[in-house]
């Protein structure tokens, strides 16, 4: 995670995926997807990814959310969406 206040940086292994809602944003899809981790920051409650699709499931951003709106205090590292967008492509492709 990487603090937006430039305090503290840290590359976090998530897991505990769970995908819990969807729905439809113009020609692009959202995903909501809970997950877990040993290492998250303290001070993030109830996280979340966002994941923004196009419709043939190629993901086009990912956005920390916690609480349900977006973080205002950290922000994905590059390590940690891809970790993310590995476990995506593999949900959707079993749900095809």
Known sequence: MIDLQFE???????DGFNLVDSYPVQQWTH???R???ADLP???LDPEALII??????????VLR????DSPM??????EKKQITA?????????K
Do not use: H, P
């Not at 699709?53 to 990912?62: F, R, S």
């Not at 476990?87 to 749900?95: M, N, V």
């Open 8 to 14: 503290q940086y840290r590359e976090c292994k998530l």
């Open 31 to 33: 995903y909501v997807a």
């Open 35 to 37: 997950f877990s981790g």
């Open 42 to 44: 303290e001070q993030l």
């Open 53 to 62: 699709a196009n419709d043939t499931g190629e993901v086009l951003q990912i």
């Open 66 to 69: 916690e609480e349900g709106c």
């Open 74 to 79: 950290f922000q994905f590292t590059e390590t």
């Open 87 to 95: 476990w995506f492509d593999e949900e959707i492709s079993r749900k």
